[in-house]
């Protein structure tokens, strides 16, 4: 193909860059780009992977490596990737997960691990909680000599059992010889990763992320020709989110990509760092452009928020970083007063009445959608869906936990999938909804999963006479009485047709491990439970993408999402618990749901859910901000 030259390239379906972004973009080596909310992080990501591929920077027979922490995230890239670039370009662009990429490194090359540290072939997913730690640390003692059981148990209680996989196990490396431990904190890993690897008695190994984590970095340390291998097709590198690096995926990076030519790119920003509590590292930003030596870049525009939002944000971001500079925003105001309010109730039922009416009537006078709103919690939003979703019923609204666990997933991870995606636009398509856009998505999409070339009419034909005939035969299917019984006829024709073969094929994503297989089981409860929800196939599919739904989720599953209006419920000393005056993680939570908003943020206080003093100085920084409060009787 015909290169563009890097002096002639210009942005794709933008109509430019800030001039830092420009920069960051060009430069040869590797950046850290310091970007805070609302500045187009994954915009900037995507015009970055044009740019390397039109110009053939990054030449043919390579890949960029995108590495994303939320699957939905991670999808979010490559759909604007796939909007820039053609489809020979675009789909040399891998989009994953750190998880999900550092585990099919290790589904993959096995066997490169000795027969000690080699989990079985198939193995489980666990997630171990500071009670598994303390069983295991107990287990240990009573394991060793008496006086190696004292030592144990002076070390543990120096420890934090909750931090443990994430600080202590996330910094220690395999060793290549395998040794007796040095340290009762190198014994106490060593036997944590063992325990997982060989499961006792069990068939299958249990491992966590963290000792996949370990694992793969043991993989590209040990073996110089998988990490050659590794390098020779990812010569560029994308770090989404890069302030939530935690220490053993910030080891796993240099090992794999440091001391070498590859060129890496990290976005992020200070103010939105949320999981220190997972192990993410203090000073990521920094340790990266010195063992990188990258050059750092901070972008200035927020291209989400209204300006009275942006000084509201701006107030608060100086809570976490003193010396931050306010953005520029071009984002018109769209509300004349009130951007933002604190609502106080006194019982449950007054303030979720309130918040219900209030969203319908504003919905109504701004004609705005169901999902221009957003419902964020600290966490368990599960505690506030019903008695939320009872009174927005009574406005003939509906609410929806996009937190919930499905199967071995969440419902906004399972709704990001590849396969769910394909899924619903086949099942919109079979229906016999009428919209060139499902039209062109889905037969888009079947061109990617059968691999047709561009200039192959044989093999496009093929595919249109394979959709009308899918067609033809859910007809029959969907003149059948609507139930779950005929929903499992139809997922298995739905099914069959895409063929989970082939999407391992297509997507490197799914050609290891057992992601598929957690999706299809998900996908499954989920499509039957709203069949279970629905009296006809239309309502099924728009209750299965959450069509007119309000999402209610939790503060970290809002990253990367925005909405016109975000309201805070659970403002309260019990929902924040862990709050301190003075604790940047805690204000940076705030800032971080703070900044979802486009036009509006609304924080609601309900004094039966419990008090506000441990929260008295967000509130007093409200305040101060000119944020007013009114009290709901």
Not at 579 to 606: D, P, W
């Amino acid at each position: 193909m015909k290169f563009i030259s890097p002096e002639q390239w210009r942005p794709k379906e933008i109509d430019d860059l800030e001039p830092n972004a420009w920069n960051a973009l060009r430069t040869p080596g590797s950046v850290s780009v310091i970007a805070g909310p609302g500045a187009g992080k994954t915009e900037f990501l995507a015009q970055k992977a044009a740019y390397l591929l039109e110009t053939g920077i990054c030449p043919p027979s390579q890949q960029i490596l995108a590495i994303s922490f939320k699957t939905d995230a991670a999808k979010n890239l490559a759909d604007r990737v796939k909007l820039r670039c053609t489809e020979e370009l675009s789909h040399r662009l891998v989009s994953m997960t750190f998880d999900a990429f550092t585990k099919s490194l290790v589904d993959r090359f096995r066997l490169a691990l000795p027969q000690e540290w080699r989990p079985s072939k198939k193995y489980s997913i666990s997630y171990p909680n500071k009670r598994d730690v303390a069983q295991f640390w107990a287990r240990r003692q009573h394991r060793v000599s008496s006086s190696d059981a004292r030592d144990i148990e002076y070390e543990t209680r120096h420890m934090d059992a909750a931090s443990f996989e994430s600080h202590v196990v996330g910094s220690y490396r395999i060793p290549e010889n395998i040794s007796p431990p040095q340290s009762i904190k190198h014994y106490l890993v060593f036997w944590w990763l063992r325990e997982q690897i060989k499961n006792e008695n069990e068939e299958e190994s249990a491992l966590s992320f963290m000792t996949i984590n370990r694992l793969a970095e043991y993989i590209v340390r040990s073996n110089i020709h998988i990490l050659r291998a590794l390098k020779a097709t990812y010569p560029f590198v994308f770090v989404d989110e890069f302030q939530d690096t935690t220490y053993g995926q910030y080891d796993f990076l240099l090992s794999a990509f440091g001391q070498a030519k590859t060129t890496i790119t990290t976005v992020g920003d200070y103010k939105q760092r949320i999981m220190g509590w997972a192990g993410a590292k203090t000073d990521a930003f920094h340790q990266f452009e010195h063992d990188f030596s990258a050059t750092r870049y901070q972008l200035q525009l927020n291209h989400r928020s209204s300006p009275e939002l942006v000084r509201l944000q701006h107030i608060v971001a100086r809570e976490i970083e003193h010396d931050v500079c306010m953005a520029h925003t071009k984002v018109p105001q769209r509300i004349d007063k009130g951007c933002a309010f604190i609502l106080n109730s006194r019982s449950v039922t007054l303030e979720v009445n309130y918040i219900a009416k209030w969203i319908s009537r504003n919905m109504q006078s701004r004609e705005l959608r169901p999902r221009d709103y957003a419902i964020l919690a600290r966490q368990k939003p599960e505690n506030y869906y019903d008695k939320l979703n009872q009174s927005l019923i009574n406005y003939h609204l509906k609410l929806r936990n996009e937190s919930i666990k499905i199967g071995n997933t969440t419902l906004q991870d399972l709704l990001a999938e590849e396969f769910t995606i394909l899924f619903s636009n086949l099942l919109r398509f079979v229906i016999g909804q009428k919209e060139p856009r499902i039209w062109g998505q889905v037969y888009s999409s079947i061109e990617q999963l059968r691999d047709t070339l561009p200039d192959d009419i044989r093999a496009h034909k093929t595919i249109e006479n394979q959709l009308v005939n899918l067609k033809h035969s859910m007809q029959a299917l969907l003149e059948q009485p609507y139930s779950t019984t005929t929903a499992h006829s139809v997922m298995e024709l739905m099914i069959s047709f895409i063929s989970p073969s082939d999407m391992r094929k297509a997507f490197s994503r799914y050609n290891t491990g057992d992601l598929l297989d957690i999706t299809l089981e998900a996908l499954e409860i989920h499509f039957l439970q709203c069949v279970s929800n629905t009296s006809n196939w239309q309502g099924c599919v728009d209750e299965f993408d959450g069509v007119d739904h309000i999402p209610l989720m939790t503060i970290h599953k809002s990253k990367g999402l925005e909405f016109d209006t975000v309201i805070f419920i659970g403002l309260d000393d019990n929902a924040w618990w862990s709050h301190q005056s003075g604790n940047t993680e805690s204000m940076a939570t705030f800032f971080v749901a703070l900044s979802r908003a486009k036009q509006r943020a609304v924080f609601s206080f309900c004094s039966e859910r419990g008090e506000r003093q441990k929260l008295s100085d967000i509130y007093a920084l409200l305040e101060k901000s000119g944020v007013k409060e009114y009290n709901i009787n």
